[in-house]
């Protein structure tokens, strides 16, 4: 069963524009990761935020967690077409390590 | 530093066929996987392997076997594929310090 549900399916935006999407989850979790797939590759990592924390900043990538309502967004600002790609949250389930996927946002940014 | 090596990356089976993935990473990681992904569902996991010598199922285990060659590899085989198994295939490792996955490019198989 997956963990994680991600909001929006797809996202179409400009250049330019920011771009949030958002994930929820159902168990507790030790921490909230967020990957990127490009088409046709494999994922990359791209931030984790633990659960105690409540943001996190990567360069133009900002993370929320909100334990008390199991959710968690991705904001990229000042999106780029090179940004296009899907995005991916993950959370671990506790046990060894494990991460279960969500089935990801679809960002496409037009130039 | 290749990182997590698969091959094949194309692969066209007909039905009944097996085949066998392989997996290897170079960052001497303890822990493997094996995700499958289609389309609207994200990864699913197939099987994993905490360390050498142990392998544990996943979600979808089955029509599925697993050898934890080494701790550099993690193949994973199909015995009689069926086009319920077309899909793309990733192996992942983890880095034990932050639970962080590293991803293979992935196989791309069909079963006709």
């Known amino acids: 069963s997956q963990q994680g549900e991600e909001d929006p399916q797809a996202l179409s935006i400009q250049e330019g524009e920011n771009a949030t999407m958002n994930c929820s989850y159902k168990t507790s979790i030790n921490n909230l990761q967020w990957y990127r797939q490009n088409s046709g590759r494999g994922l990359v990592h791209l931030i984790l935020?633990?659960?105690?924390?409540r943001e996190k900043h990567s360069g133009r990538l900002r993370v929320t967690l909100d334990t008390s309502k199991k959710s968690s967004s991705l904001l990229i600002t000042a999106s780029r077409a090179a940004d296009t790609a899907s995005y991916f949250c993950a959370t671990d389930d506790n046990q060894g390590g494990k991460l279960i996927f969500g089935q990801g946002t679809e960002l496409s940014v037009k130039p | 530093n290749a990182g997590v090596t698969q091959t094949p990356k194309f692969q066209v089976l007909k039905t009944g066929q097996s085949m066998t993935l392989q997996c290897a990473q170079d960052m001497n990681h303890n822990s493997m996987y094996w995700y499958r992904q289609d389309p609207g569902m994200g990864l699913r996991l197939i099987y994993y392997s905490a360390s050498e010598g142990t392998t544990d199922k996943g979600e979808v285990p089955n029509g599925y076997n697993v050898s934890r060659l080494n701790k550099r590899e993690f193949s994973l085989r199909l015995e009689s594929a069926a086009p319920s198994q077309t899909s793309v295939y990733f192996c992942?490792?983890?880095?034990?310090?932050?639970?962080?996955?590293?991803f293979g490019a992935g196989t791309r198989l069909s079963v006709l």
């Open positions: 992942a490792s983890t880095d034990p310090v932050g639970n962080i996955q590293y």
């Open positions: 935020i633990r659960s105690n924390e």
